[in-house]
């Protein structure tokens, strides 16, 4: 399943009224592509309706309820890191933190920064700070 929302987007559902929206209206409410609408959402079980010409229309309510829904699939199939492992941006995908470096951020929370033994970059995982 295609990760569907980002946070921008999922804070911006609640402007979303119970009325039938064209793609190009959803996706200008929620600063997203008209695109992302097409190759996104849509493949991944969006509900609309089309009407005699072929027009798609979205209902807005209906969109509200399958977003938080896939939100909520999302959410439970992720899988945790295991410990001494960093995701990498560059490499898109986990690393090994090899002897990482504590930076204390707060009281609260501390990075462990390391560089990534594929492509050099910096890459940091946040942890509970112990006393």
């Known amino acids: ?18 009325m039938m929206y064209r793609p190009s209206e959803l996706a200008e ?3 997203i592509s008209t695109e992302t609408i097409y190759r ?10 089309k009407d005699e010409k072929g027009d798609i229309w979205i ?18 199939n992720r899988k945790p890191l295991p410990d001494n492992t960093a995701w990498c941006m560059r490499c898109n995908k986990p690393v090994e933190l090899i002897n990482p ?16 033994p594929v492509c050099k970059a ?9 006393p």
Request: hydrophobic residues 40%; contains cysteine; aromatic residues 8%.
């Open 40 to 49: 996104s959402y849509l493949p991944a079980g969006m509900p609309f309706t």
């Open 29 to 31: 409410e929620l600063c």
């Open 59 to 76: 209902n807005g309510k209906q969109f509200v309820s399958w977003a938080q829904e896939t939100i909520v699939k999302n959410k439970a």
């Open 1 to 18: 399943m295609p990760r569907v929302l980002k946070r921008v987007s999922i804070i911006r559902l609640g402007r979303i009224l119970n």
């Open 101 to 116: 470096s504590i930076v204390y951020q707060n009281n609260y929370i501390e990075l462990l920064q390391s560089k990534c």
């Open 122 to 130: 910096k890459i940091n995982r946040a942890r509970g700070r112990t």
